[in-house]
């Protein structure tokens, strides 16, 4: 059973950081390509970033350079340091992985940017 439980979202204001950690079990997490996304009730569902299991990222142009997705193989745990916050990042933020061709998701983790 695939278990993804996200931790570190907060309150802070603009300008400020926040590191979010996802903890994963049930798959071999080394090999696993590990998404984080976020969802607003206007905007729905929204990409932010990938990283896979040889370390190559990608991000959603909205966050690059503020945004940094990390890895640690030896905790199952894929990380968000998010920097210069923005109102906008408001959100809950999600990760997501696909085993068996079927995606698992996380309940997610409440980010809040005060203006």
């Known amino acids: 059973q695939v278990q993804l439980v996200e931790s570190g979202g907060g309150l802070v204001q603009a300008g400020g950081s926040l590191r979010l950690s996802c903890s994963v079990s049930g798959i071999i997490f080394s090999r696993a390509t590990m998404m984080w996304y976020r969802r607003t009730p206007t905007k729905g569902r929204e990409f932010v970033a990938h990283?896979?299991?040889?370390?190559?990222?990608d991000y959603v142009d909205f966050v690059k350079g503020r945004f940094t997705i990390s890895r640690d193989n030896a905790k199952n745990t894929v990380y968000l340091q998010m920097n210069n916050l923005k109102p906008e990042d408001t959100a809950v933020y999600l990760c997501s992985t696909t085993d068996a061709g079927l995606s698992q998701w996380g309940p997610g983790t409440q980010v809040t940017v005060s203006s």
């Open positions: 990283i896979t299991s040889e370390d190559s990222t």
